[in-house]
């Protein structure tokens, strides 16, 4: 557990003290199956007393959970880039309580369960601004922190996020044979963590792994086992009872299976049912999920040009730009882009796309080009 806590410490410290810390490392998908193995293989651990430094009891482990809290809020409502710093301060700051302080097994237990959840945080937040390969190391430590608290529950939800990070990198892939490998990394991380879990397994978890290997099935084009987990998602989530899950994963509500769901079949073709089930995710989310309404408003306007419905695409296109100027997020700059990259070859085919398309190019105007992370 030491040598796992110390690693966080140095990684936020480089972090918080390196303006450049990272920038222009290559994220590699494949660099997420070691640590993949190495949980699937690792014995439980426990924590044992700690008695030397500050004491630390169940009331600091509690205050640690509210500053999370408040954190990841903050984090959905204005974007990682007004709020990352501070994730990483407060990483830093109790990870060398763990190491530093005195506590009894319990306490620590809980301690480095809320620290991992911290650690996840750093890693999400990083992704959010376009740090890939920082957020890749991230995870890897917030894995290695849950196995540490012998969490296999939460150890595979990282798994899950390591395939969800691998699916968006796969989706601005430069080649074929690169999103096909993404897209193989992705569905074998999130089996993974399914395999992780095992009779552990709640419904919500389950439900969202299999909606994250049903958007790696997508990625790679295969139209029936798309069809197939989705269906496994559905199924699983219907069986969730409110109050018997873990509280990390209250997130994950229907609106976020559904957004799951809805682009998968998107991007299989089904733009119909993609359109109900997506634009049913936008009705449910709470105002302060913004970059989550964002990200549903940008993939609703594809549906519909897909469909050639160009009114409705413009009007939510034009909500996506409002929703992404109130927020510092690169992944909400990316959907933009990304629809903008649509609208572009057919803007002259209506009034509508025009004035969506002047938008778009005046929002992005004021926004970096690209990420700042390479990948292979």
């Known amino acids: 557990m030491h040598e796992t806590v110390r690693s966080v410490v140095s990684l936020s410290d480089r972090d918080m003290n390196r303006r450049n810390f990272l920038l222009g490392t290559t994220f590699s998908a494949a660099a997420f199956a070691e640590p993949a193995l190495f949980a699937m293989t690792v014995p439980p651990a426990q924590i044992t007393e700690q008695a030397a430094g500050r004491r630390i009891g169940q009331s600091d482990v509690e205050i640690l959970q509210e500053h999370f809290d408040h954190l990841w809020r903050l984090d959905h409502r204005y974007g990682s880039g007004r709020v990352r710093e501070q994730g990483v301060r407060l990483l830093n700051s109790e990870a060398m309580n763990l190491l530093k302080g005195s506590y009894s097994a319990k306490v620590g237990t809980a301690l480095l369960r809320v620290v991992a959840q911290t650690s996840w945080l750093a890693g999400s937040m990083s992704a959010d601004v376009g740090r890939h390969a920082l957020a890749q190391r991230y995870y890897i430590q917030t894995l290695n922190l849950a196995l540490s608290a012998g969490d296999t529950q939460y150890a595979a939800n990282i798994l899950g996020y390591m395939s969800r990070m691998t699916i968006h990198i796969g989706h601005s892939a430069t080649s074929e044979s690169e999103r096909i490998s993404n897209g193989r990394h992705a569905v074998a991380l999130a089996r993974a963590a399914q395999s992780l879990a095992s009779d552990r397994l709640t419904p919500v978890l389950s439900g969202l792994l299999c909606a994250i290997e ?75 999920r913004a970059r989550s309404r964002c990200f549903v408003q940008t993939d609703l306007a594809t549906t519909h040009l897909v469909a050639r419905d160009f009114d409705r695409a413009t009007s939510l296109g034009l909500d996506a730009v409002r929703t992404a100027s109130r927020i510092s997020s690169s992944r909400a700059v990316d959907r933009i882009r990304t629809l903008h990259r649509q609208v572009q070859p057919i803007r002259m085919k209506s009034t509508h796309l025009a004035t969506l398309d002047e938008e778009i190019t005046a929002y992005l105007a004021h926004q970096p080009r690209g990420n700042e992370d390479t990948r292979v």
């Open 214 to 288: 049903a958007r790696g099935h997508a990625l790679l084009g295969d139209s029936r086992e798309t069809r197939m987990t989705v269906h496994k998602a559905e199924k699983a989530f219907e069986r969730s009872v409110p109050g018997n899950e873990p509280s990390w994963l209250a997130f994950y509500t229907e609106a976020e299976l559904l957004a799951d769901l809805g682009r998968c079949l998107r991007d299989t073709g089904e733009s119909t049912n993609a359109e109900r089930l997506i634009n049913h995710a936008l009705e449910s989310y709470e105002p302060w």
